[in-house]
């Protein structure tokens, strides 16, 4: 079997790049030749320095007519490669795409322009779900400026739900955390928060503060009690592991509460609290406020340190 791997969108989508960008990859540097066929030429250019290095060989195919499967057999036998990438025009319906008989597809990707995703949404949505239906991977570039990135999720889920979905901007991935993906029900008053939910919540708080103003929340936290917090303020929270073992961070937000004086650094709490916003000289502005509504002592959590690597 002849292993493919397809990369289709429509021009300008940044299929070049980023087939460009996976043969300059170290993981990519394999043996034997790979045959990448271009069915459609944008304004980029595969770089003769970088095929000869990832030893990688480009055939265009500029009419749909010409991608058969018999034509697809002479290049194989001519160019007798490993791997095939194939930059599929997305012009070209997908549903209509036929390969030779033991050429499998390992992985289809689509890549799509996020600043003109509406448009063609609109105006070409039949050919953008073939290309979508059959993707594992959806990869929206030039996001900057994009306001509603969860509607575009929600546009492509909706055609088809396994899809892995990545956002990039100039920057790189924006990862965005989106109300779907939350684990927990934010149309319910009180949040019960898990180890995995508290660290999401604690992210996410940060950049959506006001999903969580008014909100009841209970989670179990260690009590820290920093010598510049006044007097009837705490801190609870969790150790985090954000990168490694060697990367650890305390993550919490200021909470008020009467009996904080009693509280003895480091001991375990179960704390009910609702969330406020408001000015904290740390946060240099405004930013998540707990006011303590209950506040008991607990035993430590079997997993003390919640981990996101």
């Not at 060989?57 to 490993?82: G, M, N, S, W």
């Not at 979508?132 to 929600?154: H, P, T, W």
């Not at 396994?162 to 109300?179: C, H, R, V």
Request: aromatic share 12%.
């Amino acid at each position: 079997m002849k292993g493919v791997y397809i990369i289709n969108g429509f021009l300008e989508s940044g299929k070049t790049e980023f087939i460009t960008y996976t043969l300059a990859q170290p993981y990519f540097q394999i043996r034997g030749k790979t045959l990448v066929l271009l069915c459609e030429e944008g304004e980029l250019e595969y770089p003769a320095e970088l095929l000869k290095k990832s030893r990688a060989t480009v055939e265009v195919i500029d009419d749909q007519e010409d991608f058969t499967p018999a034509r697809l057999l002479e290049l194989e036998k001519k160019h007798k490669p490993d791997r095939i990438i194939i930059e599929y025009n997305g012009m070209w319906n997908f549903k209509n795409i036929k390969l030779p008989w033991h050429w499998k597809v390992e992985q289809q990707i689509t890549t799509i322009d996020g600043s003109t995703f509406p448009m063609y949404y609109t105006n070409m949505r039949s050919l953008l779900a073939e290309m979508i239906r059959g993707s594992e991977m959806i990869i929206f570039n030039r996001c900057d400026g994009v306001q509603d990135l969860a509607s575009y999720k929600r546009n492509i889920k909706a055609i088809n739900p396994k899809a892995e979905i990545i956002f990039e901007g100039s920057e790189g991935e924006i990862n965005e955390i989106f109300e779907d993906d939350l684990p927990y029900d934010l149309s319910q008053d009180t949040l019960v928060l898990d180890d995995l939910a508290y660290g999401i919540w604690y992210l996410d708080s940060l950049d959506h503060l006001d999903r969580y103003v008014g909100k009841k929340i209970e989670f179990t936290a260690m009590v820290l009690r920093p010598e510049n917090v006044p007097k009837g303020y705490f801190v609870p929270g969790r150790m985090a592991m954000t990168c490694c073992a060697d990367d650890m961070a305390f993550l919490g937000f200021a909470c008020a509460y009467e009996g904080a004086e009693q509280l003895k650094e480091k001991e375990w709490v179960r704390v009910t609290a609702q969330v406020k916003k408001e000015y904290w000289a740390d946060y240099k502005g405004e930013g998540p406020m707990l006011y303590a509504l209950e506040v008991k002592k607990t035993k430590e959590p079997k997993e003390a340190i919640i981990s996101f690597v």
